[in-house]
């Protein structure tokens, strides 16, 4: 699933190729979208800025009209030259906006709608996203008195949920945790604040050291690829996330791993370096 990084990532790629420019073509097989298309026009619209919020993706045309994407587990934008062979089957294109210059193509973009500026502060799911951890100017006390709330959560399940704090997938979720050496079954109840303030710093570190200008490579916007260890093997990348079984990289206990939350999703976690009684001081490990 892409995390807060990759979407930044597509979205920063995507705005310097189109923002200024006007759309030359605009393609959906997607029938909300076409009949927007129909209505009022897509082409002859100014690109304005295309943004990340959290997982979500805005592209702004003129005329207060907004291209509001979600990639879910499954989507990705890419960024062509007109007749550039794409990398992908035709029959997976969702969208499709063209300028003079570039193509930029949708590919199995599941949630994708059209909105204008008060729309989209109506639409449920986006006007409720916590601070953006990859905000130029992150509001981390917001973060933590959101996380602070939810006492009886367990922090795996907290650091997932977007209107607490915003960007945070399933990967970076257990790589988070265990950089705090947090088991992430505890309730945040019985975390000390250092320990949130731990698990929160780090999320923001994580996720800028993948948003550098040398981490995205500009075609592509969507690879998956995550650097939390500092490693150049991509082999190496992560800590824990779908290591079960293998040994720690710290003392070498085995990588354990279980389902957790009512959306059951994966946890990976070390059980010596990440005890369930919060009894070992919180660690640091240096991204990038
Ligand atoms: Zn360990």
Redesign the pocket.
Known sequence: MPEGDTIYRAARTLHRALAGHVVTKFESVLPKLTRVDFDSGIVGRTIEKVEAEGKWMTIHFSGDLILLSHMLMSGSWHIYRPGEAWQRRAVDMRILVETASFVAVGFNVPVAEFHTAASLARRSGFNTLGPSLLAEEFDEVTALTRLQSRAEEEIGVALLTQSLMSGIGNVYKSEICFACGINPFRRISALKKQELECLVSTARKFLLANVTESSGDGIVTYTGMRRTTGRANPEDRLWVYHRRGEP?R??D?PIESRKQGIDARTTFW?P??QPTSGAIIQRSVAAG
Do not use: L, P, S, V
Request: charged fraction near 15%; include cysteine; aromatic fraction near 0%.
């Open positions: 720690c710290k003392c206990t070390c010596a370096c």
